[in-house]
C-alpha cells in the first residue's frame, strides 16, 4: 500500500471515528440522565441559551482548548495540531447532526434511560478507539489533556481524570447558577466518566480491526 493511501485511510477512520463519537453524545444526552463529561459545559449552556446550538458550544469551548494548549505548550505546540480547529468545527456539527437525527428519540421510563446511556457509552467507546487509532491528530480535549501532562509530568491517565473532574465541577457550578440546580448533569455524566474508558481498553483489546486500523500509522 502506497503512503499516500494509508494517509487518506487514516484520515478516514479518524473522520469515522469522529461522527460515532458525535451519535455516542447524543445517545447519553438523550437519556436525559446527563451528558458526556467532556460535553458537560457546553450541554448546560445550550440549555440556558437554546437559541444556540449544542454544537455551536462544543465549537467555542474547544476553541478555548485548544487556545489554552498553545499557551502551555509555547514552542512545542506544532503547526499539524492547528489541524484541531478543523476537527472542532466537524465534530460540532456532527453533534449537532446526530442531536437532530434523535430527535424522536425520547425515552421517557427509567429503564429506557438507562439503556440509553449505555448504549451511548458503548458508541463513544468505540468512535473514540477508531478515532484514536490512525494516530494522526488529536481532538481538542484530548489535546488538552496532553498539555497538562507534559507541563506538569503528571501521566496522561492521572491527568484525564483530574480534567475530567474539573469539567464535571465547571458546568455543575454553571447549571447552579444558571437553573438553582443540577440540571444537565447527572449520573450519565459520571457513568460515562467511568464506563467510556474501560470500554476504549476492551475494544482495542477484543476487536481485531482496531489493531489492522493502528497498522496503518505503523
Known amino acids: 500500500m502506497t503512503h ?12 469515522l471515528g469522529l461522527a460515532i463519537n458525535s451519535f455516542g453524545v447524543a445517545f447519553i444526552t438523550k437519556s436525559a440522565l446527563g451528558t458526556s463529561q467532556i460535553s458537560s459545559i457546553p450541554y448546560v449552556f445550550s440549555l440556558r441559551f437554546p437559541f444556540v446550538s449544542f454544537g455551536t458550544f462544543t465549537f467555542f469551548f474547544n476553541l478555548i482548548f485548544i487556545a489554552l494548549q498553545i499557551i502551555l505548550l509555547k514552542k512545542d505546540f506544532h ?17 449537532d447532526i446526530s442531536m437532530n437525527a434523535l430527535t424522536f428519540f ?9 439503556l440509553s446511556l449505555l448504549i451511548g457509552c458503548a458508541i463513544l467507546a468505540f468512535g473514540i478507539s477508531i478515532e484514536v487509532a490512525p494516530n494522526v491528530v488529536v481532538v481538542p480535549g484530548e489535546g488538552m489533556v496532553r498539555a497538562i501532562s507534559k507541563v506538569t509530568n503528571l ?3 492521572t491527568t484525564k481524570i483530574y480534567f475530567d473532574v474539573t469539567l464535571i465541577i465547571i458546568a455543575s457550578v454553571f447549571s447552579f447558577i444558571f437553573f438553582g440546580k443540577l440540571n444537565g448533569i447527572g ?5 460515562s466518566a ?3 474508558g ?3 481498553n476492551i475494544i482495542n ?4 480491526g482496531i489493531q489492522k486500523i493502528s497498522h496503518l500509522a505503523a
Open 4 to 15: 499516500a493511501k494509508q494517509m487518506i485511510l487514516r484520515y478516514f477512520y479518524f473522520i
Open 79 to 95: 503547526p499539524i495540531q492547528f489541524l484541531q480547529i478543523v476537527t472542532n468545527l466537524l465534530f460540532s456539527f456532527l453533534i
Open 106 to 114: 425520547q425515552p421517557s421510563s427509567l429503564f429506557l434511560r438507562l
Open 155 to 157: 501521566k496522561f491517565g
Open 187 to 191: 449520573i450519565g455524566t459520571i457513568a
Open 194 to 196: 467511568v464506563l467510556v
Open 198 to 200: 474501560k470500554l476504549v
Open 205 to 208: 483489546s477484543h476487536f481485531n
